[in-house]
């Protein structure tokens, strides 16, 4: 896996004050994307244990709400085995912390996948330039959600995180 950054006392890409890491590789290609340069699984840098340490630096300090996962897509299927260690990891080692995941997958895709059991919340859906709306928290455009996945996970069906 690859990255392109890691983003320190972050508060828009999810609640609270977050580290974001933003992998490379993403199959959706939204026209208008934020992050085209993070498409290309092959670009950024190998996500090695220093960058890991980075990440566990930052999730040390007791005002960082959690890790926020975004891209490119931390669901792209290049990416899918490694973020999946990593959430696990992150999961046993800060359960205080939150783990926050945008994918342009949907909710009913990727509910069953074993990822799913470390994330909290998961922002789903393509970006679709035609709904973009600026007010929405957390999401660039009105076919997005905010899912609560402890909760859609245990309910059996999309239950929204509280804006």
Known sequence: ?????????????????????????????CKECQNPVTWDPNSGLPFDEAAKQELFTELEKSYVSGITLSGGDPLYAGNRLEI???????????PEKTIWMYTGYE?????????????????????????RDTQLHWRGSANQRVIDVPKSLQAGKVVLHCE
């Open 1 to 29: 896996m690859r990255y392109h950054n890691i983003t320190k006392d972050d508060m828009l890409n999810g609640d609270g004050l977050r580290v974001v890491l933003w992998v490379s590789g993403c199959s959706h290609c």
């Open 107 to 131: 909710w009913e895709v990727v509910r069953n996948f074993e990822i799913m059991r470390y994330v909290d919340v998961l922002v789903d859906g393509e970006y679709e330039k035609e709904k």
């Open 84 to 94: 999946r260690s990593l959430v696990r990891e992150l999961k046993e080692k800060y």
